[in-house]
């Protein structure tokens, strides 16, 4: 790949961190706006890095984009206050900066916008989050001037994500899992590959105009994700699966507690449907992009048990 100049907004985040990474790998020029430069250092220390302080939900986008080749949108939220269609959170982060971010390409004459969007984005979805990211991909494609290419991924796993981390914390202090939506079904993709998907399509012309459903190799329920994440980190605990109306319940006073929720109500609204990518559409994924997927069971002992991860630090250390 020739030199190029990317500007990845959202690039602090955990896939962000993994994306520049492997971008940096490949010789690209990264620029990574963020409001707070402090909480970027590993990323500022990487060659070719450039953290720049920026509100990107009000500041002027046009000079970060100057002479770039192409902008990443990585930026998210998955909780917002209840509102028809969605709440303010949802609205400012998955519609209008988007929209502020194509707009300033477009201004900046930067000519590809790749974004993260979601499995299941339906602009007539059960929840707040899936109508969100909906209106999200037709901000993506507001500016004729620039081609946008969409990524939809199920739930992303990998050293650092929220998701698997978070039930194996759980089950460290918990008994038992009191569940929601306990059979639920996911298609878990790995970061690196979610990564991945993104360089090659930076790299391939015709990637324009498309949209990707990023889907794992396998499909487990919600139950048993959660009982692979306490197994890998030694900690499995047992998993009781809740009737609708009693998670709903627990959801709502989830959402009464400080801080993000573990679980809310629109989270649950999501999970009406199974987040797998539907075999009867034949959509374009990861392995139209040459990708091989990573099991899961391949990387997440890795970094959920302690004792791996000691091991990889001692191996690492030459020890």
């Known amino acids: 790949m020739r030199e190029l100049k990317v500007v990845v907004f959202g690039g602090n985040g955990f896939i962000g961190s993994h994306l520049i990474g492997q971008l940096v790998g ?6 990574v706006p963020t409001r707070r430069p402090e909480r970027a250092g590993a990323l500022a220390m990487l060659p070719g890095v450039q953290v720049v302080a920026a509100d990107i939900g009000k500041d002027d986008l ?7 080749d192409a902008a990443i949108n990585l930026v998210g939220v998955l909780h917002s206050r209840r509102a028809k269609p969605y709440g303010p ?3 400012h982060a998955h519609v209008d900066i988007p929209r502020r971010i194509v707009a300033a390409c477009a201004a900046a004459g930067v000519p590809r916008y790749l974004h993260m969007s979601a499995l299941g984005a339906d602009s007539d979805g059960p929840s707040m989050y899936q109508r969100s990211k909906a209106d999200g991909e037709v901000a993506a494609r507001a500016e004729p ?5 969409i990524f939809r991924p199920s739930v992303v796993f990998g050293p650092g994500d929220n998701f698997l981390n978070m039930f194996a914390k759980m089950q460290a202090f918990l008994p038992l899992v009191p569940l929601a939506c306990a059979d639920a079904q996911f298609q878990p993709i790995y970061v690196g590959d979610v990564a991945r998907a993104f360089i090659n399509a930076l790299k391939d012309p015709k990637t324009r105009q498309q949209v990707y459903a990023l889907g794992g190799p396998s499909i487990y329920t919600l139950a048993e994700l959660v009982r ?9 605990r047992p998993v009781i699966g809740l009737p609708a109306a009693l998670g709903r319940l627990q959801a709502a006073l989830f959402e009464l507690l400080p801080g993000d929720p573990l679980m809310s109500r629109d989270n649950l609204d999501s999970m009406a449907h199974d987040n797998v990518i539907d075999p009867a559409i ?6 139209t992009l040459g990708i091989k997927l990573t099991a899961l069971e391949a990387v997440a002992p890795g970094y959920l048990s302690p004792h791996d991860r000691f091991d990889d630090f001692r191996a690492r250390a030459g020890r």
């Open 26 to 31: 490949e010789g690209v020029r990264v620029v």
């Open 62 to 68: 046009v000079p970060l984009l100057q002479g770039a």
């Open 89 to 91: 959170q949802f609205r």
């Open 145 to 149: 001037t620039v081609a946008a290419t």
């Open 228 to 236: 692979l994440s306490g197994r890998y980190a030694h900690h499995q």
């Open 282 to 287: 034949q959509a374009l994924t990861a392995a």
